[in-house]
């Protein structure tokens, strides 16, 4: 990743099977010059998003967000795995992982899978219900 995710990435021997290569920002800055003519900003989500207090910035700014965090994932150490709000829900799944909730679904998807599914819904019908409902006073 070049711009907006800069997302470092290395690895030893002893815990993979892949050769060990070790990371370092100014190759990283002078592979994407050289190759995308752009330089990263690895910066740029704390800035664009509110810095590293997400649960301030959602509280003050967001409403109606599902997240859905597999603990088999190994990006769900960085998910927001409590509810912050009564409209801001995190849904947590010992099992699962990176957006499995949003695939198709199969007649070989596991009774956990579909109650996470089913949670989902019905979260989202809930606030649609309720924008109805407001909507429908607001005119009156």
Not at 19 to 25: D, H
Not at 98 to 119: I, M
Request: aromatic share 10%.
């Amino acid at each position: 990743a070049c711009t907006e995710m800069v997302m470092p990435t290395s690895g030893n021997n002893k815990e993979s099977i892949l050769p060990e290569s070790l990371w370092n920002y100014d190759n990283r800055v002078t592979a994407c010059k050289l190759v995308y003519d752009v330089v990263p900003r690895p910066n740029w989500i704390t800035i664009e998003f509110g810095g590293h207090d997400i649960k301030r910035v959602l509280k003050r700014f967001g409403s109606n967000i599902i997240f859905f965090n597999g603990l088999r994932d190994p990006w769900s150490g960085g998910g927001v795995l409590k509810n912050i709000s009564k409209s801001i829900v995190a849904i947590v799944a010992k099992e699962g992982a990176h957006h499995v909730d949003l695939r198709f679904s199969n007649k070989e998807d596991p009774e956990w899978l579909k109650d996470v599914r089913k949670q989902e819904v019905n979260i989202i019908a809930k606030w649609i219900a309720q924008y109805y409902h407001d909507l429908a006073h607001l005119s009156s």
